[in-house]
T-cell receptor
Framework: NAGVTQTPKFQVLKTGQSMTLQCAQDMNHNSMYWYRQDPGMGLRLIYY???????DKGEVPNGYNVSRLNKREFSLRLESAAPSQTSVYFCASSESNRRNTEAFFGQGTRLTVV | EDQVTQSPEALRLQEGESSSLNCSYTVSGLRGLFWYRQDPGKGPEFLFTLYSAGEEKEKERLKATLTKKESFLHITAPKPEDSATYLCAVQTGTEGYQKVTFGIGTKLQVIP
């Protein structure tokens, strides 16, 4: 059982380049999330999708866009990468964002913007 | 604004030396408190959910407790494989999206 799968695992971008981080879950979860994790800071929510067809901003959405392609897949796009977006990105899913259900995380994407 | 503070930031224990990690929180309307374990280079892995003060949950050498202001993760007779960063998160909100706020974590190292 794969759980939450993220690609790529590592990426180096030049300032101004664009890229899309892919995420897929096989647990039939309704809700999906994108977080970033930086040293000295807790995981911060970028965007979330409560259910297929909906997306909403989280705590730090500036510079990012998302697409909930279907129930399984939720992608994160950086249109014009900046050094401040150097971080580790985690995709997560949960059964629901309304009930107290735990989140399942992917392995992360380590992104460096130079 | 919801706040979650974990202490200590780092903890080094000898194998078999029991200790506790603390997660204190200031939130309005706690819906649940989560503990996760994160190994280097990996995503967080769910351990426990606690819902109300007085609740306790156990898994192997780990026991989580909850009061109205804080949660403790007690580690009894730890082994080197318990070395990881332990994250605390609180869930708040009454309708619609229930926000989850994470702490920075406690990095635990267990020495053989």
């Amino acid at each position: 059982n794969a759980g939450v799968t993220q690609t790529p695992k590592f990426q180096v971008l030049k300032t101004g380049q664009s890229m899309t981080l892919q995420c897929a879950q096989d647990m039939n979860h309704n809700s999906m999330y994108w977080y970033r994790q930086d040293p000295g800071m807790g995981l911060r929510l970028i965007y979330y999708s409560a259910s297929e067809g909906t997306t909403d901003k989280g705590e730090v959405p500036n510079g990012y866009n998302v697409s909930r392609l279907n129930k399984r897949e939720f992608s994160l796009r950086l249109e014009s990468a900046a050094p401040s977006q150097t971080s580790v990105y985690f995709c997560a899913s949960s059964e629901s964002n309304r009930r107290n259900t735990e989140a399942f995380f992917g392995q992360g994407t380590r992104l460096t913007v130079v | 604004e919801d706040q979650v503070t974990q202490s200590p930031e780092a903890l080094r224990l000898q194998e078999g030396e029991s200790s506790s990690l603390n997660c204190s929180y200031t939130v309005s309307g706690l819906r649940g408190l989560f503990w996760y374990r994160q190994d280097p280079g990996k995503g967080p892995e769910f351990l426990f959910t606690l819902y109300s003060a007085g609740e306790e949950k156990e898994k192997e050498r780990l026991k989580a407790t909850l009061t109205k202001k804080e949660s403790f993760l007690h580690i009894t007779a730890p082994k080197p494989e318990d070395s990881a960063t332990y994250l605390c998160a609180v869930q708040t909100g009454t309708e619609g999206y229930q926000k989850v706020t994470f702490g920075i974590g406690t990095k635990l190292q267990v020495i053989p």
